[in-house]
């Protein structure tokens, strides 16, 4: 059995902060997929056993019952599935959460909490019985939107973050910070500050990020790669430089890289996992 994904786009003024909203039920094609460090951030209610994340090597593994709440990252990380998951979640633009937090982004950096950590164990608790006894997944989407939408809040600054980060994400992460304060009319300090607070890391984290993931969404690994002309294209200054971003973002070599892309495509061709997530078993 595989797994059941429903997705779709909110309404405004959401969709101005979250790609998609999502339910997800099954049996996952691993147990363990690893996440390089994508440009977006991620809000998960949890309604079945409880799931297991790793923030990055090193780290001691934790679980999460209720749910989490996962900043852009900076590093890879692991998810562990159970047997049978369900859920329901976001996909949010890399500043998409901050209208939600009752902290500042940076705090959460690489340190995933559970959703009852920002929004109360009661308030949780409520939302997730709703969620559970909702009749389907289009009605519980329409009750998590109605959530969200109750909990919107005006966010100082976000207005800033959002331009600037709409620019790093159209240019693929190739535009110089200096550029963009200039053109925001702010210091490189405050601009570097408003972004740590809203989405947890820098304009220049933030674009590497984008570029890395750009880079690697353009591969298809089931064709033949001129890491050459993938390094070029990239903007990257020479292929060692890439492949030292490489490792950094995913602790693999490219060449490691796609024999696990393409181990997934084999195993669990069509999987809707498949495209960002790797197998870590």
Request: proline share 9%.
């Amino acid at each position: 059995m595989g797994v059941e994904y429903v997705s779709r786009v909110p309404r405004p003024p959401l969709d101005g902060l979250i790609d998609d909203l999502y339910y997800l039920e099954g049996a996952p094609p691993y147990a363990r997929l690893m996440l390089p460090p994508a440009p977006a951030a991620l809000l998960i209610v949890n309604l079945g056993a409880p799931f297991r994340i790793r923030a990055g090597a090193g780290i001691e593994t934790a679980e999460y019952a209720d749910g989490c709440v996962v900043t852009v990252p900076t590093r890879a990380w692991e998810f562990g599935y159970p047997l049978r998951t369900r859920s329901v979640g976001v996909h949010a633009k890399p500043w998409g959460l901050a209208p939600f937090l009752p902290m500042p982004a940076a705090e959460l950096c690489d340190r995933p909490v559970t959703v009852e950590q920002v929004w109360g164990r009661a308030a949780v608790a409520g939302l997730r019985d709703r969620l559970a006894t909702a009749d389907g997944p289009h009605e519980m989407l329409t009750l998590f939107e109605e959530e969200l939408m109750r909990r919107l809040r005006e966010t100082a600054g976000l207005g800033l973050v959002r331009r600037t980060s709409s620019v790093i994400t159209a240019t693929s992460g190739a535009v110089p910070v200096g550029d963009l304060s200039a053109a925001a009319g702010v210091s490189n300090t405050h601009l570097a500050q408003q972004f740590k607070a809203l989405i947890g890391v820098t304009p220049k984290r933030l674009a590497r990020s984008q570029r890395f993931a750009s880079t690697m969404l353009a591969i298809d690994p089931a064709e033949p790669i001129d890491w050459g002309d993938v390094t070029a294209r990239a903007g990257y200054f020479d292929q060692a430089h890439f492949g030292h971003e490489f490792r950094e973002f995913t602790g693999l070599t490219p060449t490691r890289y796609i024999e696990v892309r393409q181990r997934f495509l084999r195993e669990h061709p069509g999987s809707v996992l498949d495209g960002w997530s790797l197998p870590a078993d």
